[in-house]
């Protein structure tokens, strides 16, 4: 009989650049107070689900979020680099409402489909996405086999991921799509993955 790792992927709570529509990419912003109740919430409601690991961005947004959903649980949160937001270099900082109609149009597409153009601006590929990523979530599955595994990242790359195993695109799974403290829970064998349940996540059909 197969083994599988049941992961719920977890988008972080909101911050004030979330609720002031400004691009964060790296940018190590905390989490606010309505970020900290919705975190609360979640684990309100995942209580019940008895977490084998624990792994998180190292960004203090994602950190926190997963330090509230597991509060009294006595478990250690893992923290890595490889689950960070995309970089969005020059982009960071910046009122996503302020930027031109061609700015705009260009940091989406960059979301979706431009590699060669992210790289002249100094925003992180999909390439780059996926040699950190995904090998550090295959080896996540692979080493909790027959557990659950809360794992807490960021929308961005949340939203690359999903794609990237066939979930939705760019047309079902639009930026904007997946709220804070989204999650999705997903089954791997520490290959494939096949996402079993969502919450906070909207997919247009």
């Not at 107070?33 to 998180?56: C, H, M, P, T």
């Not at 960004?59 to 923290?79: D, F, Q, V, Y």
């Not at 937001?85 to 489909?113: A, M, Q």
């Not at 064998?189 to 079993?196: A, H, I, M």
């Amino acid at each position: 009989m197969n083994k599988y790792c049941t992961i719920y992927l977890v988008r972080h709570g909101e911050t004030d650049w979330n609720a002031d529509g400004i691009i964060q990419g790296h940018s190590d912003i905390p989490l606010n107070k309505n970020g900290e109740k919705q975190a609360e919430e979640l684990g309100k409601e995942l209580k019940r689900i008895d977490f084998d690991a624990v792994f998180s961005s190292d960004l203090i947004r994602a950190k926190k979020s997963a330090e509230i959903i597991t509060s009294g649980k006595n478990i250690n949160i893992i923290t890595s680099i490889a689950l960070r937001e995309r970089d969005f270099g020059s982009y960071e900082g910046k009122h996503f409402s302020l930027l031109s109609k061609d700015e705009t149009s260009e940091l989406i597409s960059l979301y979706d489909h431009k590699e060669k153009k992210r790289e002249e601006l100094g925003v992180e590929t999909d390439r780059s996405l996926e040699a950190r990523f995904i090998p550090y979530i295959r080896e996540i599955c692979q080493k909790n086999l027959d557990k659950n595994v809360l794992v807490v990242i960021h929308g961005g790359i949340m939203r690359w991921f999903l794609m990237h195993i066939k979930y939705g695109d760019i047309r079902s799974l639009p930026v904007g799509s997946i709220s804070n403290m989204a999650y999705a829970k997903i089954e791997s064998d520490g290959v494939n993955f096949t996402v079993k349940k969502t919450s906070g996540i909207t997919k247009k059909e």
